[in-house]
Every structure is written in C-alpha cells, then in structure tokens.
C-alpha cells in the first residue's frame, strides 16, 4: 500500500509539475472511489476509535478485499476555533491526533479522507476553508489525508467572494495544486455542491465527482428522486469525473432488500462513488452481500468503459419525463465484457419488464446474445431480439450481462427488429410492411 501510493505520488508529481491545476485534478481518480464516510450512520457523533473500529469492521466483512479502500471523516471533526495563527485544528478529545488515526488506517490497507467547506462555516458550523484554502490544504496534506470531501455551506457575502461557484470551488484546486507541488501529494478532491447551478457541466473540471442533488435519506422515496435527477444528466459522467449520488444507504431506515438491491445496482452502474454510508457494527449478512456482489462491483470499476449506463425507454412515462416517483426504468450502458442492462421496477407490486435487444444503442442488430444475469450470478440462455424479465418484484432490480453470441438464425422475421422496423428496407427499395 504505502509502496503503492508512493509510486503514485511519484508519478502525479512528476505530471504534475508541468502541468495545469486541472490536469492534476484529473490525473488522479481514474475510476469512482470506494469506500466508508461517517456522516450518514454517525453525523456529528465520531471519534477516532469508531472510524478505526469501522475500518477494522471493513477488513474483517470483506469489504476491503472487494474495493472499499477508502475511510473518510466527514463533519464535526475540527475545534470550533482555530489557532492564533489560523490553522485548523482536530477536536482535542475526539481526534486527539490525526496523524495516528491515518496511520492506523494506512496501516490497515485504507486510504483516508477529510472534509472541509468551502465557505465560512461547515454544514455543522466548523470552520470553513475560505480564505484558508492553502493553509487548510497543507495541514491535511501533514496530516496524512488522501482525499478531501468540500461541501457548500455558509457561503461569503458576494461582496466579499467576487467569484461565481466555480471559482469557489476553484480556490481549493488551486490551493491543492501548490500543495502538489511543494509536497508531490495528489487528493482526489470531490464537490458536494447538491446540483446546484449545473455542477455537471464544470465538475469535471475540477474534480474525481460532484454531488447531483440533496442528502440521500434511507427510504425508496429519496432513491427514486435522486435516479430521476441523474436519468437526465449521465452524459456528465466519464473516467476522471462522475456525478456523485451521495451515499449508499444499504441496511439503513426501512429500505428492504430488494430497494437496497435497486439503490446498490443504480449508484454502481451509473459509475458514482460507492462510499458506505452504514452503521457497520449492526449491518445484516444480507446487506452486506449486496455491497459485496462484485459481479456489479466489476462494472463501476471498469477500467475500459468509464460511461454510466442511460435510460433508453422510461417505461411508465414518456421518455424524458422527469417524475421523482417513477423515473426511468430501462437502462444500458457498454461494458469491457459486455453490454449491461438495468431494469428497475418503480411500481408497489411485481411486473414483466420487456424489451427489444436493438432498443440499446450498445446492441448489434442480427446478433444473439448469452444473458448473464447479475444477483443470481447465473447464465439465462440467449436472447434473440428481445427479452422478458418476468415478476420483477415491487421496487426490485434486474441487471443482464449481454454478450454476443454469433449471428441470429436465419430468416428471423420481420427482416429488422424494434424502431428499425418502420425505416426496414431491401437493398431494390422495397419497404417492408
Ligand atoms: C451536507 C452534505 C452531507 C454532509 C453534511 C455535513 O451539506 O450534503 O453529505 O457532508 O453536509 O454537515
């Protein structure tokens, strides 16, 4: 590990020193993080033994060998005040010393991670990195932190800041930028800035991922809004940048297990960060299969395709309507073994859920395909032109590998299959009807 994060600082810094603030952005989180963060089991309620606790909890479920190499703080860690000389400092009590704690998490196999604002003020009222942005920078750096959450409260006056959003969130770029530089280490810096003015069409600029929408809350409701929100903007999405869903709320307030199955499949397949938002002490055998399904792992970490699967039919409604209740059902994306399918049901009881292979644009038309499917980690036979998922159950999930599997029979008809069919023609002219 620590032979590992050399080299890569090693070979940042090298990239780095001949580079722009945002090239060095994105020479690092390649691909979504995975990991723990505090905030939605503890909130303000941590200290340094829970968050070695969770890491330890993390080695032992497995969690670790599967991807989740990353523990992060989040709030409430900091003093209230900062020193004479305007350094932030840890909570004496609770984060006695910072650099113990990443130690003990580098030692155990872990990146580590902190937050800060970009503000005055953190969401709980800890001080903000405003106007402190390279002071704050070289402190976590000292302290050993590899990633930095900054969030968007408490915002200066516009008589003050004289920057519109981007430039806020651009001061702790910069800042990080010269830390690069004087020190050679990189973090992989994430805005949580809620969706705000747009924040996928200049995240990328700037960061390993951006927030799309409000805190994540563990009820089918906030799920089914926040998949909404990001249907319309997956585009946003790539190796080196990603809309970021908020956390994964497997095993929290009365999600069961198949909306536990839907959220885990969704947020991995749309390529967002997968950072554990669970109390790890108290989680279910059951909840944590879901997490560890690495099947579906395999796909938000795909080193070749960094695009996020998109709807290509929304199913209840009209496609691109937006309805927080029942967002896009039908979705695909490429995949290094494949093109992958998302099937989600939105409806309160089980439904069939069709449709045509071609529907996808990843998909050749003449071509069969093998149908892996991806929680019952069996192979489904072939699909020829189109496929059923039957009983999908209420706010249930289905995810199908497809992969070629040689040409279809012969004299299949009609001649084309889906949305071709009203454009089929013969190489004389002749339409098919
Ligand atoms: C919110 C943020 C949460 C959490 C919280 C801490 O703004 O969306 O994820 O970080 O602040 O106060």
Known sequence: MTVLKTFITAVVGIFSAATSANAIMNGVGKLPVMGYNAWNAFACNVNETLILQTAQYMKEYGLLDVGYNHVNLDDCWAMKNRSATGEVISDTIRFPSMNNLTDQLHALGFYAGIYSDSGWFTCAGYPG??????QDAMTFQSWGFDFLKYD???IPFDDIIREGITGKYHRMVDALAVVAEKTGTTFVFSLCEWGWNQVWLWGAHMSHSWRIDDDIAPHWKSLTSIINSASFITQATN???????????????????DEAKSHFTAWALVKAPLLIGTNLATISQEMLSILKNQEI??????????????????????DWTYNATHPAQYWSGP???????????????????????????WIRAGIQYSVRDLWTHTDNGTAVRSFTAMSVPAHGVVVLLLKEDGNEPAGLMPPCAGEALSQCTAEDGTRYS
């Open 297 to 318: 792992i395999a796909i938000n970490q795909d080193p070749v395709h960094g695009t996020s699967i998109s709807p290509f039919r929304w199913g209840i409604n009209p």
């Open 129 to 134: 990195s405003f106007m402190h942005e390279e």
């Open 335 to 361: 995949s290094e073994n494949g093109t992958v399918f998302m099937l989600i049901n939105t409806l309160s009881q089980p439904a069939d859920m069709f449709f045509n292979l071609t529907e996808s644009p």
């Open 239 to 257: 190796h080196y940048g990603r809309n970021d869903l908020d956390m994964l709320e497997i095993g929290n307030g009365d999600l069961s297990y």
């Open 152 to 154: 968007n409260c408490a």
